[in-house]
Protein backbone atom coordinates (compact mmCIF):
# COMPACT_ATOMS: atom_id res chain seq x y z
CA UNK A 1 0.00 0.00 0.00
CA UNK A 2 1.21 3.31 -0.94
CA UNK A 3 1.77 6.30 2.33
CA UNK A 4 2.54 9.36 2.25
CA UNK A 5 4.47 11.35 4.97
CA UNK A 6 4.57 14.84 5.45
CA UNK A 7 7.07 16.91 7.78
CA UNK A 8 7.38 18.72 10.23
CA UNK A 9 3.97 17.95 11.14
CA UNK A 10 3.92 21.83 12.74
CA UNK A 11 6.44 24.98 12.28
CA UNK A 12 6.43 28.28 14.22
CA UNK A 13 8.75 30.84 12.36
CA UNK A 14 9.99 34.32 12.63
CA UNK A 15 9.62 36.55 9.32
CA UNK A 16 12.59 36.16 7.05
CA UNK A 17 14.01 33.02 8.37
CA UNK A 18 14.20 30.38 5.84
CA UNK A 19 11.99 27.40 5.59
CA UNK A 20 11.76 23.96 4.42
CA UNK A 21 8.45 21.20 4.31
CA UNK A 22 9.04 17.65 2.67
CA UNK A 23 7.45 14.95 1.79
CA UNK A 24 8.13 11.85 0.98
CA UNK A 25 5.98 8.55 -1.14
CA UNK A 26 6.31 4.97 -0.02
CA UNK A 27 4.99 2.15 -2.81
CA UNK A 28 4.49 4.24 -5.88
CA UNK A 29 7.32 4.64 -8.50
CA UNK A 30 6.83 7.52 -10.79
CA UNK A 31 3.76 9.38 -9.17
CA UNK A 32 3.20 12.54 -9.96
CA UNK A 33 3.65 15.27 -6.90
CA UNK A 34 1.36 18.52 -5.76
CA UNK A 35 1.55 20.94 -2.67
CA UNK A 36 -1.38 22.59 -1.89
CA UNK A 37 -1.57 25.59 1.11
CA UNK A 38 -4.74 26.84 2.69
CA UNK A 39 -4.72 29.83 4.44
CA UNK A 40 -6.63 30.33 7.46
CA UNK A 41 -10.58 30.91 6.42
CA UNK A 42 -9.13 30.45 2.15
CA UNK A 43 -9.49 28.18 -0.15
CA UNK A 44 -7.01 25.44 -0.68
CA UNK A 45 -5.19 26.35 -3.58
CA UNK A 46 -2.21 24.28 -5.35
CA UNK A 47 1.44 25.79 -5.94
CA UNK A 48 3.22 23.28 -7.59
CA UNK A 49 3.20 19.55 -9.39
CA UNK A 50 5.57 17.56 -10.25
CA UNK A 51 5.34 14.22 -12.80
CA UNK A 52 8.82 13.38 -12.65
CA UNK A 53 12.14 14.02 -10.63
CA UNK A 54 13.85 17.24 -11.53
CA UNK A 55 10.97 18.67 -13.25
CA UNK A 56 8.55 21.35 -11.19
CA UNK A 57 5.63 23.48 -12.26
CA UNK A 58 4.24 26.26 -10.49
CA UNK A 59 0.86 27.21 -10.59
CA UNK A 60 0.55 30.04 -8.02
CA UNK A 61 3.62 32.46 -7.65
CA UNK A 62 3.63 32.79 -3.35
CA UNK A 63 7.45 33.86 -3.52
CA UNK A 64 7.91 29.89 -2.46
CA UNK A 65 10.03 26.95 -4.15
CA UNK A 66 9.89 23.40 -4.88
CA UNK A 67 12.06 20.22 -6.03
CA UNK A 68 11.97 16.97 -6.75
CA UNK A 69 15.43 15.72 -5.95
CA UNK A 70 14.37 11.83 -6.15
CA UNK A 71 11.52 10.65 -7.35
CA UNK A 72 9.67 9.65 -4.08
CA UNK A 73 10.76 13.26 -2.33
CA UNK A 74 9.13 16.95 -2.95
CA UNK A 75 10.68 19.98 -1.27
CA UNK A 76 8.86 23.21 -0.41
CA UNK A 77 11.13 25.75 0.55
CA UNK A 78 11.76 29.78 0.59
CA UNK A 79 14.59 31.75 1.76
CA UNK A 80 12.91 34.03 3.52
CA UNK A 81 9.08 33.93 5.11
CA UNK A 82 6.79 36.51 4.75
CA UNK A 83 3.32 36.65 7.45
CA UNK A 84 1.13 35.98 3.99
CA UNK A 85 3.01 32.13 4.19
CA UNK A 86 0.95 31.66 7.60
CA UNK A 87 -1.30 28.32 6.57
CA UNK A 88 -1.95 24.59 6.31
CA UNK A 89 0.36 23.22 3.58
CA UNK A 90 -0.43 20.03 2.00
CA UNK A 91 1.35 17.20 -0.19
CA UNK A 92 -0.58 15.00 -2.58
CA UNK A 93 0.11 12.39 -5.27
CA UNK A 94 -1.83 10.49 -8.00
CA UNK A 95 -0.76 7.76 -10.02
CA UNK A 96 -1.48 9.54 -13.40
CA UNK A 97 -2.97 13.05 -14.70
CA UNK A 98 -6.43 14.13 -13.91
CA UNK A 99 -6.29 11.11 -11.34
CA UNK A 100 -7.66 12.03 -7.77
CA UNK A 101 -5.14 13.20 -5.46
CA UNK A 102 -4.24 11.59 -2.39
CA UNK A 103 -3.28 13.69 0.72
CA UNK A 104 -0.67 13.70 3.68
CA UNK A 105 -1.63 14.67 6.78
CA UNK A 106 -0.59 18.67 6.45
CA UNK A 107 1.83 20.82 7.67
CA UNK A 108 0.54 24.10 9.69
CA UNK A 109 2.66 26.94 9.72
CA UNK A 110 2.54 29.91 11.72
CA UNK A 111 4.76 32.62 10.87
CA UNK A 112 4.85 35.49 13.43
CA UNK B 1 -9.91 30.32 -15.13
CA UNK B 2 -11.64 27.62 -13.50
CA UNK B 3 -13.86 27.44 -10.32
CA UNK B 4 -15.95 25.81 -7.53
CA UNK B 5 -18.95 27.11 -5.54
CA UNK B 6 -19.98 25.50 -2.66
CA UNK B 7 -22.39 25.65 0.20
CA UNK B 8 -20.55 28.34 2.26
CA UNK B 9 -19.44 28.18 5.90
CA UNK B 10 -21.13 25.43 8.53
CA UNK B 11 -24.49 23.58 8.03
CA UNK B 12 -26.56 21.89 10.84
CA UNK B 13 -28.21 19.03 10.72
CA UNK B 14 -30.06 16.81 13.24
CA UNK B 15 -29.14 13.39 13.18
CA UNK B 16 -31.20 11.17 10.75
CA UNK B 17 -32.15 13.47 9.24
CA UNK B 18 -31.24 14.18 5.21
CA UNK B 19 -28.48 16.36 4.05
CA UNK B 20 -27.16 18.48 0.84
CA UNK B 21 -24.46 20.46 0.15
CA UNK B 22 -24.54 22.14 -2.95
CA UNK B 23 -21.47 22.48 -5.30
CA UNK B 24 -21.60 23.97 -8.49
CA UNK B 25 -18.45 24.25 -11.46
CA UNK B 26 -17.04 26.68 -14.23
CA UNK B 27 -14.45 24.75 -15.92
CA UNK B 28 -12.47 26.69 -18.66
CA UNK B 29 -9.64 24.68 -18.77
CA UNK B 30 -11.19 21.25 -19.83
CA UNK B 31 -14.99 20.40 -21.41
CA UNK B 32 -15.32 17.46 -19.15
CA UNK B 33 -13.82 17.92 -15.40
CA UNK B 34 -13.15 15.15 -13.22
CA UNK B 35 -15.37 15.67 -10.14
CA UNK B 36 -14.25 14.83 -6.53
CA UNK B 37 -15.60 15.33 -3.04
CA UNK B 38 -12.78 15.20 -0.45
CA UNK B 39 -13.66 15.28 3.74
CA UNK B 40 -11.74 16.18 6.41
CA UNK B 41 -12.58 14.82 9.79
CA UNK B 42 -11.98 16.41 13.07
CA UNK B 43 -7.64 15.39 13.65
CA UNK B 44 -7.30 13.62 10.44
CA UNK B 45 -5.75 14.62 6.89
CA UNK B 46 -8.21 15.35 3.60
CA UNK B 47 -9.12 11.91 2.11
CA UNK B 48 -11.17 11.76 -0.85
CA UNK B 49 -14.55 10.40 -0.25
CA UNK B 50 -16.10 9.75 -3.81
CA UNK B 51 -15.29 10.83 -7.58
CA UNK B 52 -17.13 10.77 -10.90
CA UNK B 53 -15.34 11.14 -14.24
CA UNK B 54 -17.95 10.91 -16.81
CA UNK B 55 -20.93 13.41 -17.15
CA UNK B 56 -24.84 12.12 -16.06
CA UNK B 57 -22.73 9.29 -13.50
CA UNK B 58 -23.37 8.75 -9.55
CA UNK B 59 -20.67 8.53 -7.23
CA UNK B 60 -21.33 6.97 -3.76
CA UNK B 61 -19.41 6.49 -0.59
CA UNK B 62 -20.27 5.71 2.93
CA UNK B 63 -23.33 6.64 2.17
CA UNK B 64 -23.06 10.10 0.73
CA UNK B 65 -24.41 9.88 -3.28
CA UNK B 66 -23.32 13.13 -5.71
CA UNK B 67 -24.28 13.33 -9.81
CA UNK B 68 -22.32 14.20 -12.22
CA UNK B 69 -24.81 16.96 -13.94
CA UNK B 70 -23.06 18.58 -16.77
CA UNK B 71 -26.19 20.52 -17.91
CA UNK B 72 -26.62 22.28 -14.55
CA UNK B 73 -22.73 22.07 -13.62
CA UNK B 74 -23.27 20.88 -10.69
CA UNK B 75 -21.79 17.74 -8.41
CA UNK B 76 -23.78 17.97 -5.10
CA UNK B 77 -23.20 15.89 -2.29
CA UNK B 78 -26.19 14.23 -0.50
CA UNK B 79 -26.86 11.74 2.18
CA UNK B 80 -30.48 10.36 3.32
CA UNK B 81 -29.86 9.76 7.05
CA UNK B 82 -26.47 11.19 8.23
CA UNK B 83 -25.09 10.26 11.75
CA UNK B 84 -23.25 12.20 14.56
CA UNK B 85 -19.55 10.46 12.65
CA UNK B 86 -20.57 12.56 9.72
CA UNK B 87 -19.38 15.84 11.35
CA UNK B 88 -16.48 16.83 9.04
CA UNK B 89 -15.51 19.95 6.25
CA UNK B 90 -16.71 18.68 3.05
CA UNK B 91 -14.97 19.96 -0.28
CA UNK B 92 -16.02 19.98 -3.55
CA UNK B 93 -13.17 19.82 -6.80
CA UNK B 94 -12.74 19.25 -10.49
CA UNK B 95 -9.45 18.37 -11.85
CA UNK B 96 -8.93 20.43 -15.09
CA UNK B 97 -6.57 20.84 -17.78
CA UNK B 98 -2.85 20.88 -16.95
CA UNK B 99 -3.17 18.52 -14.11
CA UNK B 100 -4.66 21.38 -11.99
CA UNK B 101 -7.19 20.34 -9.01
CA UNK B 102 -9.44 23.33 -7.80
CA UNK B 103 -11.24 23.12 -4.37
CA UNK B 104 -14.30 24.80 -3.00
CA UNK B 105 -14.07 26.58 0.22
CA UNK B 106 -15.14 23.77 1.89
CA UNK B 107 -18.57 23.37 4.30
CA UNK B 108 -18.46 22.18 7.66
CA UNK B 109 -21.16 19.86 8.26
CA UNK B 110 -22.23 19.94 12.16
CA UNK B 111 -24.61 16.92 13.52
CA UNK B 112 -26.76 17.75 16.25
CA UNK B 113 -27.86 14.57 18.18
Known amino acids: AQTIHQWPVAEIKAVGSPLSLGCTIKGKSSPNLYWYWQATGGTLQQLFYSITVGQVESVVQLNLSASRPKDDQFILSTEKLLLSHSGFYLCAWSPGQNQAPLFGEGTRLSVL | GDSVTQTEGQVTVSESKSLIINCTYS????????LFWYVRYPGEGLQLLLK?????QKGSSRGFEATYNKEATSFHLQKASVQESDSAVYYC??????????FGKGTQLIIQP
Open chain 2, 52 to 56: VITAG
Open chain 2, 27 to 34: ATSIGYPN
Open chain 2, 93 to 102: ALSGGADRLT
